[in-house]
């Protein structure tokens, strides 16, 4: 199911007289999400991602704008009318109920010609249940089950009604980090193999990098950028998609131009065609240094960090915004400081350039 | 661990010298008080002991029409009060505006003077010789009678009691039960409406489960409480009772022991212990149905 989201706006009332103006928490969203998609909201706390979800899931409406599934209208449609699968991201299983119950919960509201029989409904738990591999666990209750176990649980549930599209709210936030890597491959796996558009909330970067076909960063309710995860992260739109995006987080500094050259500090650290004279900031990924003995950007050395396969040298300079400058490079490349000192070559992918105020994208 | 066990014992002594005294010791004398027969209380001497008190108060037709009358008015009242204040409070949290305004003037009664009520009552249902009250006013617009709600008919007596009965313990229920609902978490509504489940579903399936340990202590203290009922008994119908046919459990141990016929410690003994065995009983019942449907 194809969703499409038109000049998407929704606005909360201000509060009396200590607020009076209202806040928009999704301001002017346009999104088209192709059909059997997988799509991450991604943004900070605040930035209207779970505000979106809500207004696909029809549990809030918005203040104007469209959505449409398919062809169809949805944005009068209620709720319960949508037919969209949410997984929350507490799950919301009713603690009273099995796991059984809970699953079949969403089809015993069926009425009329779509009533089902208790056979068919069983079948369909079961179904749904093996999906997410917990047939063992259906006569058990919810507190019974471990959080990734219900987390199944919630999936299944959301599942089990054929959803036109699937919703899910920060799904794995919930889950340490050995399940949390484990629990992604798995939501991946069974999107796949359901083939349902499914939109999944996010702040955590890696996570929607990872699994996503697609992800839309979010900040302040606006969309930053919207793209294949490696060109989100590859090509940024700006200084807050550069930001956000990246483990270990993009290294800025306050930088020129000067006859074509990007300046940092006193130093000419790289050509950048193209550019006229102005101050700008300058954003360089931790992979993209290159320590070398002739480098032209110049930095103090503080220390390296070998983690596994890679190796962070740390370092610092004057016109950095981070008190630390993080470099990654590959285990066995010679970094030899000299008196202190460290030198680099920049990789030109690697480096991008912001203006000054805005933070909009100077592409050289 | 010898010298701590004796500091325990020596912090728990003052609560057990008060309910020793004031709850076990008055438990065990009722026992033993309710076996002697034929006890004296002036001259505090018995004939001997058996079970004659009991025989004597489960024959006594004051006690009987007591136990009738505590009987209807356990199982009319504590449905109907729980089933009431469960529709208010549902109605109390789904409203916004002047959710607060509602929920203290449903309150009211909990603090108003047990005599306000009563006078408040009277003026409801009580025939003068200036006016048959407000409630015949009523329904004299259509066409009915008037009737004698304080010294008339049994099931006028016993209506007037329900009523006031319910009136009186609402407002405590109210009070429960919207901050039970209200400690629902809003997801599981949001889930449901999600799934498309329609309002008496999600009431019967999530609501009522969810506050079901709520529910289950209201119906407990309830019964206990409309089991204990008099002094309601007293502000409606007065003091002389078994005249009035509206006896309760607690009135008759009250008359059996200070009442114009009282003096019979031992009688009175004996029908607190049959109450007590009743409310043991009731309460058992209740716990044991409460295992499949109460859920924590």
Same mark, same amino acid.
């Given at each position: 199911?194809?969703?499409?989201?038109?000049?998407?706006?929704?606005?909360?009332?201000?509060?009396?007289?200590?607020?009076?103006?209202?806040?928009?928490?999704?301001?002017?969203?346009?999104?088209?999400?192709?059909?059997?998609?997988?799509?991450?909201?991604?943004?900070?706390?605040?930035?209207?991602?779970?505000?979106?979800?809500?207004?696909?899931?029809?549990? #809030?409406?918005?203040?104007?704008?469209?959505?449409?599934?398919?062809?169809?209208?949805?944005?009068?449609?209620?709720?319960?009318?949508?037919?969209?699968?949410?997984?929350?991201?507490?799950?919301?299983?009713?603690? &009273?109920?099995?796991?059984?119950?809970?699953?079949?919960?969403?089809?015993?509201?069926?009425?009329?010609?779509? =009533?089902?029989?208790?056979?068919?409904?069983?079948?369909?738990?079961?179904?749904?249940?093996?999906?997410?591999?917990?047939?063992?666990?259906?006569?058990? =209750?919810?507190?019974?089950?471990?959080?990734?176990?219900?987390?199944?649980?919630?999936?299944?549930?959301? /599942?089990?009604?054929?959803?036109?599209?699937?919703?899910?709210?920060?799904? /794995?936030?919930?889950?340490?980090?050995?399940?949390?890597?484990?629990?992604?491959?798995?939501? %991946?796996?069974?999107? %796949?193999?359901?083939?349902?558009?499914?939109?999944?909330?996010? &702040?955590?970067?890696?996570?929607?990098?990872?699994?996503?076909?697609?992800?839309?960063?979010?900040?302040?309710?606006?969309? #930053?950028?919207?793209?294949?995860?490696?060109?989100?992260?590859?090509?940024?739109?700006?200084?807050?998609?550069? =930001?956000?995006?990246?483990?270990?987080?993009?290294?800025?500094?306050?930088?020129?131009?000067?006859?074509?050259?990007?300046?940092?500090?006193?130093?000419?650290?790289?050509?950048?065609?193209?550019?006229?004279?102005?101050?700008?900031?300058?954003?360089?990924?931790?992979?993209?240094?290159?320590?070398?003995?002739?480098?032209?950007?110049?930095? #103090?050395?503080?220390?390296?960090?070998?983690?596994?396969?890679?190796?962070?040298?740390?370092?610092? &300079?004057?016109?950095?915004?981070?008190?630390?400058? %993080?470099?990654?490079?590959?285990?066995?490349?010679?970094?030899?400081?000299?008196?202190?000192?460290?030198?680099?070559?920049?990789?030109?992918?690697?480096?991008?350039?912001? &203006?000054?105020?805005?933070?909009? %994208?100077?592409?050289? | 661990?010898?010298? $701590?066990?004796?500091?325990?014992?020596? @912090?728990?002594?003052?609560?057990?010298?008060?309910? *020793?005294?004031?709850?076990?010791?008055?438990?065990?004398?009722?026992?033993?008080?309710?076996?002697?027969?034929?006890?004296?209380?002036?001259?505090?001497?018995?004939?001997?002991? !058996?079970?004659?008190?009991?025989?004597?108060?489960?024959?006594?037709? @004051?006690?009987?029409?007591?136990?009738?009358?505590?009987?209807?008015?356990?199982?009319?009242?504590?449905?109907?009060?729980? !089933?009431?204040?469960?529709?208010?409070?549902?109605?109390?949290?789904?409203?916004?505006?002047?959710?607060?305004?509602?929920?203290?003037?449903?309150?009211?009664?909990?603090?108003?003077?047990?005599?306000?009520?009563?006078?408040?009552?009277?003026?409801?249902?009580?025939?003068?010789?200036?006016?048959?009250?407000?409630?015949?006013?009523?329904?004299?617009?259509? !066409?009915?009678?008037?009737?004698?709600?304080?010294?008339?008919? @049994?099931?006028?007596?016993?209506?007037?009691?329900?009523?006031?009965?319910?009136?009186?313990?609402?407002?405590?229920?109210?009070?429960?039960?919207?901050?039970?609902?209200?400690?629902?978490?809003?997801?599981?509504? $949001?889930?449901?409406?999600?799934?498309?489940?329609?309002?008496?579903?999600?009431?019967?399936?999530?609501?009522?489960?969810?506050?079901?340990?709520?529910?289950? +202590?209201?119906?407990?203290?309830?019964?206990?409480?409309?089991?204990?009922?008099?002094?309601?008994?007293?502000?409606?119908?007065?003091?002389?009772? $078994?005249?009035? !046919?509206? $006896?309760?459990?607690?009135? +008759?141990?009250?008359?059996?022991?200070?009442?114009?016929?009282? *003096?019979?410690?031992? @009688?009175?003994?004996?029908?607190?212990?049959?109450?007590?065995?009743?409310?043991?009983?009731?309460?058992?019942?209740?716990?044991?149905?409460?295992?499949?449907?109460?859920?924590?």
């Amino acid at each position: 199911m194809k969703v499409t989201l038109q000049n998407l706006t929704k606005e909360y009332p201000g509060r009396g007289r200590k607020q009076p103006q209202t806040v928009a928490a999704v301001k002017d969203f346009s999104f088209e999400i192709p059909d059997g998609e997988l799509v991450g909201l991604l943004g900070p706390s605040g930035c209207g991602k779970s505000t979106t979800l809500n207004l696909l899931s029809g549990l #809030q409406k918005p203040t104007s704008g469209r959505i449409f599934f398919g062809d169809d209208d949805v944005t009068e449609l209620p709720a319960e009318s949508r037919g969209v699968g949410l997984v929350f991201q507490n799950y919301a299983l009713y603690p &009273h109920l099995t796991v059984r119950q809970n699953i079949t919960f969403p089809l015993e509201n069926r009425k009329g010609r779509d =009533k089902l029989t208790r056979q068919q409904m069983a079948d369909m738990a079961m179904e749904a249940a093996g999906l997410v591999q917990i047939q063992d666990l259906m006569d058990r =209750k919810p507190a019974e089950l471990s959080g990734g176990q219900q987390q199944r649980v919630a999936i299944a549930r959301a /599942l089990v009604k054929m959803p036109r599209i699937l919703l899910l709210d920060e799904p /794995l936030s919930n889950l340490d980090a050995r399940l949390r890597l484990q629990t992604r491959e798995e939501i %991946r796996r069974i999107q %796949r193999s359901t083939g349902i558009t499914t939109v999944f909330v996010t &702040h955590d970067q890696e996570e929607a990098m990872s699994i996503s076909d697609r992800i839309v960063v979010m900040d302040r309710g606006v969309i #930053q950028q919207t793209g294949k995860p490696q060109q989100v992260y590859d090509d940024p739109d700006n200084l807050f998609v550069a =930001k956000f995006l990246g483990t270990p987080p993009i290294n800025v500094f306050d930088g020129r131009v000067r006859g074509e050259r990007l300046y940092i500090g006193d130093e000419a650290v790289l050509p950048v065609p193209g550019i006229a004279d102005q101050d700008v900031t300058a954003a360089i990924r931790p992979e993209g240094f290159l320590p070398g003995p002739g480098g032209a950007f110049t930095c #103090q050395f503080r220390g390296m960090e070998v983690m596994g396969r890679d190796v962070s040298i740390l370092s610092c &300079h004057s016109s950095a915004q981070t008190p630390v400058i %993080r470099s990654i490079v590959s285990a066995g490349t010679a970094a030899a400081p000299e008196a202190g000192m460290i030198r680099f070559d920049l990789k030109p992918g690697k480096v991008f350039l912001f &203006h000054r105020d805005t933070g909009a %994208r100077l592409r050289f | 661990m010898e010298q $701590n066990n004796r500091k325990a014992w020596l @912090y728990l002594l003052p609560a057990m010298l008060f309910l *020793g005294v004031f709850l076990v010791y008055p438990l065990i004398d009722v026992c033993v008080y309710s076996l002697e027969e034929g006890y004296n209380f002036a001259s505090q001497t018995y004939w001997g002991l !058996g079970l004659y008190n009991y025989a004597y108060v489960l024959r006594d037709p @004051y006690f009987l029409q007591a136990l009738k009358n505590t009987f209807i008015l356990v199982i009319i009242t504590v449905p109907v009060s729980t !089933g009431l204040a469960l529709l208010i409070s549902l109605g109390l949290s789904s409203i916004r505006r002047l959710q607060e305004l509602y929920q203290t003037i449903y309150f009211l009664p909990y603090v108003t003077n047990t005599l306000a009520v009563g006078l408040v009552f009277m003026i409801l249902f009580k025939q003068t010789p200036y006016t048959d009250g407000l409630v015949n006013q009523v329904l004299s617009w259509f !066409g009915a009678g008037p009737i004698d709600f304080i010294d008339g008919p @049994y099931w006028a007596k016993m209506l007037v009691l329900c009523v006031y009965t319910v009136w009186v313990v609402m407002p405590f229920k109210i009070l429960i039960l919207t901050g039970a609902l209200a400690s629902v978490d809003r997801t599981y509504y $949001n889930a449901a409406k999600v799934d498309g489940t329609p309002g008496w579903r999600i009431f019967t399936r999530i609501t009522l489960p969810m506050i079901s340990p709520t529910v289950f +202590y209201l119906v407990i203290t309830g019964f206990i409480g409309a089991f204990k009922a008099y002094s309601d008994v007293v502000a409606l119908f007065g003091t002389d009772l $078994n005249a009035a !046919g509206m $006896n309760t459990i607690v009135g +008759y141990i009250y008359d059996m022991l200070y009442g114009t016929s009282g *003096g019979y410690p031992s @009688y009175a003994s004996a029908a607190a212990i049959v109450l007590f065995a009743i409310v043991l009983t009731i309460t058992c019942v209740n716990l044991l149905v409460s295992k499949k449907h109460v859920h924590y």
